[in-house]
């Protein structure tokens, strides 16, 4: 990717202290620097600066066209660049519009049935002018929601070894009622050391009836093999791992689980106590970890006995991941990497607070997860060699002790 260097009018800038509508300049801000992150991608086409001569290039400018984008602050106008050739292309807006026009989309029909508020007219009638209409509507759900089902009913064809799964809970009017439903998301590593979300699920609870219905989804999908599942400690979804993923190790979230310790542990003693937990989680080894647990547990057992019986009790499964080659326990165990996922679509899910439909939940929240699977997908998570070569010791010395 190429470095981008932005260059800002001060004028501009100074808009964005003084100005009454603070939207109108962070508009004018945005328009500027994609207009600019446009240009660059042009000289990277093009392999040369404008009116710059060199053997690299491989074609030349043809001026511009205006295209218009809305975005949450306002429209804003770009200046797309045509090139002679026409080979000119930019994934910026498929990517930046699908969960735009799916969080607009959420709000014209809690316009149009009735139920939305003040701020949701407000911003609406900014974005859409004063007239939308049901047709409105079922135009853009022609355009959205075959690519959030087709992303969401992909085939899952390459390994993923690590999975990590969470829930979060959202509002959505169901019968003239408002009721609590449970977004299921799963992320997982792929064989080339990419992360991916690889499915979810919108749940009335997550029972490991729900939990069930989605690991049978993602199976018959094509998941399979997975060495290490990720999770929090929930009942239901504990089960459900159990029961659909036989010979897969459980790792317990570390920080979920140093959370109901510590919640069960007298206030003066919780600093000293999240320490001593920090010692075990970093250990070099299981053997240094079960020595500093026992440490932990003689020195606290008379000070909260409540929390040594839950760290006794939970010890194995938090500690799961000791099993992996050390380069990758850091980040497996804990979710954390999902809940960051789960915040970036929290951040939509505040505008809306109650979802018109459930559809709409599918639609806006689909769109969000694909465009984070798409930045996921330049970048690794992992470098796999050294867990594959590890599964192969591992197998190799298993053969020659059944021999």
């Not at 791992?241 to 036989?246: A, S």
């Not at 001593?276 to 070099?284: D, P, Q, V």
């Not at 006794?312 to 380069?327: Q, S, T």
Request: charged share 30%; net charge neutral; hydrophobic share 35%.
């Amino acid at each position: 990717m190429a470095q981008l260097n932005i260059t800002l009018d001060t004028e501009l800038l100074h808009g964005l202290f003084t100005k009454d509508s603070k939207d109108e300049a962070f508009s004018k801000l945005l328009e500027a620097i994609l207009n600019q992150v446009l240009l660059s991608q042009s000289t990277e086409q093009l392999g040369a600066e404008p009116y710059e001569r060199n053997d690299d290039r491989t074609a030349y400018r043809n001026g511009f066209r205006d295209r218009d984008l809305t975005t949450r602050i306002g429209a804003i106008t770009l200046k797309v660049p045509r090139h002679r050739n026409g080979d000119f292309s930019t994934t910026m807006f498929q990517r930046y519009q699908r969960s735009e026009q799916a969080l607009v989309l959420a709000m014209i029909e809690m316009v149009i049935n009735g139920v939305s508020t003040r701020k949701i007219e407000n911003i609406t009638q900014e974005l859409c002018g004063k007239s939308f209409s049901k047709s409105t509507v079922s135009k853009l759900c022609e355009h959205l929601d075959p690519i959030v089902a087709a992303f969401r009913n992909r085939p899952l064809e390459k390994h993923y070894p690590f999975v990590i799964v969470d829930a979060m809970y959202i509002k959505v009017r169901e019968d003239s009622r408002v009721r609590s439903k449970g977004l299921l998301i799963a992320t997982a590593v792929n064989e080339t050391g990419h992360r991916e979300v690889i499915g979810f699920q919108l749940s009335d609870s997550e029972s490991e009836t729900s939990w069930g219905e989605f690991f049978s989804d993602l199976k018959d999908r094509g998941l399979a093999d997975v060495d290490l599942i990720v999770s929090d400690s929930h009942k239901g979804l504990v089960k459900a791992v159990k029961r659909c993923f036989q010979g897969t190790t459980w790792q317990r979230c570390q920080t979920h689980f140093s959370r109901n310790v510590l919640d069960k542990t007298p206030k003066k003693y919780q600093a000293e106590l999240k320490n001593h937990l920090r010692g075990i989680y970093h250990a070099k080894d299981i053997a240094e970890a079960r020595r500093l647990l026992s440490e932990t547990l003689e020195l606290f057992e008379a000070l909260a006995p409540k929390a040594i019986i839950s760290l006794e009790e939970g010890f194995e499964d938090v500690m799961a991941v000791m099993n992996l080659p050390e380069k990758y326990r850091k980040r497996l165990r804990t979710t954390n990497s999902i809940e960051r996922l789960n915040e970036e679509v929290r951040r939509r899910d505040r505008v809306i607070r109650i979802y018109p439909n459930e559809a709409s939940v599918i639609r806006l929240l689909g769109s969000v997860l694909i465009e984070q699977d798409e930045k996921w997908s330049s970048r690794k998570y992992f470098d796999m060699d050294d867990y594959y070569q590890f599964i192969n010791d591992q197998q190799i010395a298993a053969n020659q002790s059944a021999a």
